[in-house]
């Protein structure tokens, strides 16, 4: 939705955004989202209320594979809370595929006995109303939350987040040092989840559970935040 450009202008865009959303939107759980204000972009990380959200999908385009499982687990920097998270597998529209099950474990078996996602997307969007977002990998969750909604509601769910994955990338790959090794060959580190996890001394966990991933999230970016900003930073400077 938004090109690159000058970050206050990227918040000053998603307020107008939602302001404008919050007048036209029908569906109810969607306009008690936008009607709810995003989280101040001035505001404090040490204040922020964050919610780490993954999904397990199909593959990787929201026109043609589907959400199979959704997790989410609250936070802040001070705590991180999974007792208060959400955990749900959804039935697709079209039988999983044989790659699908090995990659997240999720079998026939439990789709065929799991709600569509159109029964729990009021839920879904109802726990992410009044927080910001927090996920590894932003082309997953934005894009396959607004499609759905699209799909079943006829209305866009978008919203700004923070992407511990860009993040990481902006750390670990950018600046002159990281351009001088590439010039001599060598390959960037990589910045995938449990990858970004290791350089910050966090443990393993078993990859590929949706609130498992949730809450590695959650503390991949905590341990960011310590490392590279404060907790006196202000949410807009990490807005996506």
Request: one cysteine or more; proline letters at 8%; aromatic letters at 10%.
């Amino acid at each position: 939705m938004l090109a690159k450009r000058p970050q206050q202008s990227v918040i000053d865009e998603w307020q107008r955004y939602h302001q404008q959303q919050a007048k036209v939107c029908v569906h109810p759980a969607l306009k008690h989202f936008y009607q709810t204000p995003l989280p101040d972009a001035d505001m404090p990380l040490s204040e922020v209320p964050l919610m780490a959200l993954d999904f397990e999908t199909t593959g990787l385009d929201p026109k043609r594979n589907e959400i199979v499982s959704i997790g989410m687990v609250p936070f802040t920097l001070h705590s991180i809370r999974p007792s208060d998270g959400y955990y749900q597998v959804v039935k697709p529209t079209r039988a999983l595929n044989e790659e699908s099950i090995a990659f997240h474990r999720i079998t026939h078996s439990q789709v065929d006995q799991a709600p569509p996602l159109e029964k729990v997307l009021d839920e879904l969007v109802e726990r992410l109303r009044g927080h910001m977002v927090v996920v590894h990998y932003r082309p997953i969750e934005r894009p396959f939350l607004d499609y759905s909604c699209r799909r079943l509601w006829r209305e866009r769910c978008l919203f700004p987040l923070i992407d511990t994955m860009a993040i990481e990338a902006r750390w670990e790959r950018q600046g002159w040092k990281q351009k001088l090794k590439q010039a001599f060959g060598v390959q960037p580190v990589s910045i995938r989840l449990s990858d970004s996890r290791e350089r910050y001394g966090l443990p393993v966990y078993s990859s590929h559970h949706a609130k498992v991933d949730a809450m590695a999230t959650a503390e991949l970016f905590s341990a960011q935040v310590a490392r590279h900003y404060s907790p006196t930073t202000p949410l807009g400077q990490l807005w996506d």
